[in-house]
Nanobody, 125 residues
């Protein structure tokens, strides 16, 4: 089993940058594709981006493309979400997720079976 813990959330102003971390523990050898999702107030959970097993390929939602970057540090078993030029509409609770079955980048939440507790990001105008 895999455990995921997010950190790095906070309150920032529009245009600021923030880095979220997702630390994995447990049977991390079973953690293949990794993704980030978010859920804002009164909104459904939405896909943000993902990275494949090798960490060599990434995919992003159109809403964050060009502003957000996902990376991994295998030695630290950590996935990062670098968020630049944050906007008020980015306000949400951000969740990291891992898949034990999919190695490629996938935007489908159903492909992820490990989830963190989330970290809140609030962007003020």
């Amino acid at each position: 089993q895999v455990q995921l813990v997010e950190s790095g959330g906070g309150v920032v102003q529009a245009g600021d940058s923030l880095i979220l971390s997702c630390k994995a523990s447990g049977r991390t050898s079973n953690l293949y594709a990794k993704g980030w999702f978010r859920q804002g107030p009164g909104r459904d959970r939405e896909y943000v981006g993902s990275i494949n097993w090798s960490g060599e390929s990434t995919y992003y939602a159109d809403s964050v493309k060009g502003r957000f970057t996902i990376s991994v540090d295998g030695a630290k078993n950590t996935v990062y979400l670098q968020m630049n030029n944050l906007k008020p509409e980015d306000t949400a609770r951000y969740y990291c997720a891992g898949s034990s079955t999919t190695v490629t980048t996938t935007p489908h939440a159903r492909e992820y079976d490990y989830w963190g507790q989330g970290t809140q990001v609030t962007v003020s105008s």
